[in-house]
């Protein structure tokens, strides 16, 4: 790695800790059960709100009615994304006359967006209209996003509320997030990306003529769309000359703020935030960067605010971060050291002044390797999902870091809301261990963890790893899921095994390569998507109903302080062994085998 | 539950109508208002008519061209309606061919260049649009252009001095060259 490497992350860092206490004390606010200063200034739009839908904002759900509230108002949601891709031909904003999305297709993005996942098996610019990214896919952005600060709040009230049979309301919760949160963040983002060069208008796509005219070749195809080939089964082309460039637009930079604050991460256009459009310059990355982080980080600070010891939600951030910063650093180290296979051939890897070096492939130059290497543990570490690099071009090692930091179940910084609430779960089963080693009932911010809530943390960690393990196993034996492959060898694998972690852990990054629109693939991913989404909250709201109606213990002498260095080494020893065990195995198959064999 | 469904309908709707209509419209209308250039493509004029963007790299073969990143963008390279990387996999034979391929191209154009070749030259970009290159990419060419332009290597290289820009506030992202620019610069030179 070089000075520069180091001093990108490090500054990063250090931007990222400075904003953690004003964001977080700001969230804090915006779900204190008081009254204060932010939520008397929107009061009047959340009263209008309520009124015209006829809600109830007083109303204090127990968990039954927030887990359904939460679920039906997701269902149409998802619904309406559907129904959207599928009639888009008829509606307006649609001025490259793209036609209906297939159904199988539709039902996959339509639950990936939300499900806060954003797994794209389709290319932006070329199959959804303006209209169906605006209503659509940009509305499912925020609302995926709210939907899991929204049970982040009720988890948190689970353990601030004592013998108490409610943990808030549903629709509060979301609107607030929204409203307060997501909303006034992506806009003041989306200015800023406009003023590094994200496009934002309404207009057809430009023509602009080439100053080299260049040679187009395209594959022939028969009627059924399959490709011709000669006899010795090489593809059939057609050469003509290409004399105009086609350079898309659209509103972008609003739904690319969303998609990196919600740590959504569905691209705009097909390459994300590699695209010149979507991301153009260091300063738009390092802002994209801090974006995905920037809720996910700030919420463990509200968190301490919340349960009232602000040492809670430090604990939590210090651990996300032993995790985070030496995967970092190796994601960037494995890259910058370059591609054995371009050794022989009279290529210059070498970092110097004048270039980046390093693994190139698949990444642009204005990020080099620094820039690109942080953005893959970023967006992998946070459940976002937004690529500023081809993963499936990344080193061996390079691409383990990713893969292995979402297979940790998406806690380290996770999804708005969800990694929080998915780290809580990790919280519990430490101090669920730590009891057992001293014989004592655990107990976790003041309440006693018993069965029920062990059982409910215990789903929590475990529903996504059992997703990827039987989703790879499936996806392996079966031919439609070794046909999307584009890889040889290990890599073929890894490209595999990352697909499914990233469904089943709602990131939504993908190793591209693989062909994954297809009816297999959809229905697989959609399916990991949907329950790594849904059933985990439903379980950690049930959680939250079971703790608030608990008395709070006072601490003892015999309680174990959960804001300490030790408790701090405990739970992510409890997080990386889950991740560890479940996952190395598989690993050794891909992206381990794979390094093995290039070193030789 | 009819109530809850109705409650979640209105909601959606409502929610659709700020962030799926007047989140997006104000913020074209403020991008349109304060960053006009930016927010329609950073295009970039040549009496008057847009030729390209900016931001948007194009495809250059030709010895007298300062050449941008390899683009894996079909059925034309820095096809900018339909961006993709190349997604091939680092033990991939396919890499290693192309990487073979593209530096046998470079070194057919410039015969008795045989300095190593900067590692972007021969790898495929994230987006198949990347704009630039790197300074180091920007010299191994500079000889090359300059010859087959007759010009000066000092002229040449006070033109690639212009379009080159450092790391942004000193720290981030990498130094690089704009290739689009560039070479518009050069051709308006020859015009002169």
């Known amino acids: 790695m070089t000075t520069n490497d180091f001093i990108q992350v490090a500054v990063f860092l250090v931007v990222l800790l400075l904003l953690i206490k004003p964001v977080g004390s700001y969230m804090a606010q915006v779900f204190a059960d008081a009254p204060n200063r932010v939520t008397r200034f929107g009061a009047p739009v959340e009263r209008l709100l309520y009124r015209l839908c006829g809600i109830r904002a007083d109303e204090d759900m127990g968990w039954r009615r927030y887990a359904i509230a939460m679920l039906v108002f997701n269902m149409l949601g998802l619904l309406a994304v559907y129904l959207l891709q599928r009639v888009q031909q008829w509606l307006p904003l649609n001025p490259q006359h793209f036609g209906a999305v297939t159904p199988d297709s539709a039902i996959n993005t339509a639950i990936s967006f939300a499900s806060n996942t954003n797994w794209q098996g389709y290319g932006g610019e070329s199959t959804m209209s303006y209209l169906t990214q605006m209503l659509g896919l940009a509305v499912q952005n925020f609302l995926s996003a709210a939907t899991g600060i929204a049970v982040l709040v009720a988890v948190v009230r689970g353990f601030s509320r004592r013998s108490s049979l409610s943990i808030g309301n549903f629709w509060v919760d979301l609107t607030r997030s929204t409203l307060y949160i997501l909303l006034p963040f992506s806009l003041i983002l989306s200015l800023l990306l406009v003023s590094q060069g994200v496009v934002q208008n309404l207009k057809p796509y430009v023509d602009v003529p080439l100053t080299q005219h260049i040679t187009q070749v395209e594959q022939l195809k028969d009627a059924d769309g399959n490709p011709l080939k000669d006899a010795k089964g090489n593809p059939l082309t057609k050469e003509s000359p290409a004399t105009v460039q086609t350079l898309p637009m659209g509103p972008a930079a609003s739904q690319i703020a969303i998609k990196q604050l919600g740590t959504n991460g569905g691209g705009f256009f097909n390459a994300n935030s590699a695209h010149p459009y979507e991301n153009p310059t260091p300063f738009a990355n390092f802002l994209e960067m801090l974006a995905i982080f920037l809720i996910p980080g700030g919420l463990c600070y509200s968190f301490g605010v919340l349960v009232g010891d602000r040492r809670q939600g430090w604990a939590i951030l210090a651990t996300m971060l032993l995790i985070f910063v030496p995967l970092a650093i190796g994601a960037v180290a494995a890259e910058q050291a370059g591609n054995p296979a371009l050794h022989g051939l009279g290529v210059d890897q070498q970092a110097s002044a004048l270039q980046s070096g390093g693994n190139m492939e698949g990444k642009e130059t204005r990020f080099g390797i620094a820039a690109s290497g942080l953005f893959t543990a970023i967006t992998t570490a946070a459940s976002c999902g937004a690529v500023n690099n081809a993963h499936d071009s990344l080193t061996p090692l390079g691409g383990l870091v990713p893969m292995w930091l979402m297979q940790l179940g998406e806690v380290i910084f996770g999804g708005v809301g969800s990694g929080l609430y998915g780290m809580l779960a990790f919280a519990v089963v430490a101090v669920f261990i730590a009891g057992l080693m001293v014989g004592r009932t655990p107990e976790y911010l003041g309440k006693k963890i018993e069965a029920h809530e062990m059982k409910m943390a215990s789903l929590a960690v475990l529903i996504p790893c059992a997703l990827v393990v039987v989703g790879t196993a499936v996806a392996v034996m079966a031919p439609a899921g070794v046909a999307g492959v584009a890889n040889p060898g290990a890599h073929g694998f890894s490209e595999i095994l990352y697909a499914v972690t990233s469904a089943s852990n709602n990131n939504g990054s993908a190793f591209g390569g693989l062909s994954a629109n297809t009816p297999f693939w959809n229905v697989l991913t959609g399916l990991c998507m949907f329950i790594a989404r849904f059933p985990l909250a439903i379980a950690m709201l049930a959680m939250a109903g079971s703790l608030a109606a608990k008395r709070h213990v006072p601490p003892s002498a015999g309680t174990l302080p959960t804001h300490t260095p030790l408790f701090v080494t405990l739970l992510a020893c409890v997080v990386i062994v889950v991740g560890a065990l479940t996952f190395l195995p598989a690993l050794a198959l891909g992206p381990i085998a794979e390094f093995l064999i290039s070193a030789h | ?192």
Do not use: C, H
């Open chain 2, 1 to 192: 539950m009819k109530r809850l469904i109705l409650n979640s309908l209105a909601m959606l709707v409502l929610m659709t109508a700020i962030l799926g209509l007047l989140y997006p419209l104000a913020t074209t209308g403020l991008a349109q208002l304060l960053f006009p250039a930016q927010a329609n493509g950073s295009l970039v004029s040549r009496d008057g008519k847009a030729v390209g963007s900016r931001l948007i790299g194009q495809s250059f073969t030709e010895p007298k061209y300062f050449w941008g990143r390899p683009s894996a963008t079909a059925p034309m390279a820095n096809n900018g309606a339909s961006s993709t990387p190349s997604n091939q996999g680092p033990t991939n034979p396919a890499l290693t061919d192309a990487a073979r391929q593209r530096i046998d191209a470079l070194r057919a154009a410039d015969p008795g260049n045989a300095a190593p070749v900067p590692v972007e030259l021969v790898t495929a970009s994230g987006s198949g649009l990347d704009p630039e290159i790197s300074p180091a990419a920007a010299q191994y060419q500079l000889a090359r252009v300059a010859k087959a332009r007759g010009l000066e290597p000092a002229k040449v290289q006070q033109l690639v001095a212009r379009f080159t820009s450092g790391r942004q506030f000193g720290v981030l992202g990498e130094p690089r060259v704009n290739v689009l620019q560039l070479n518009l610069a050069l051709d308006a030179l020859a015009k002169q």
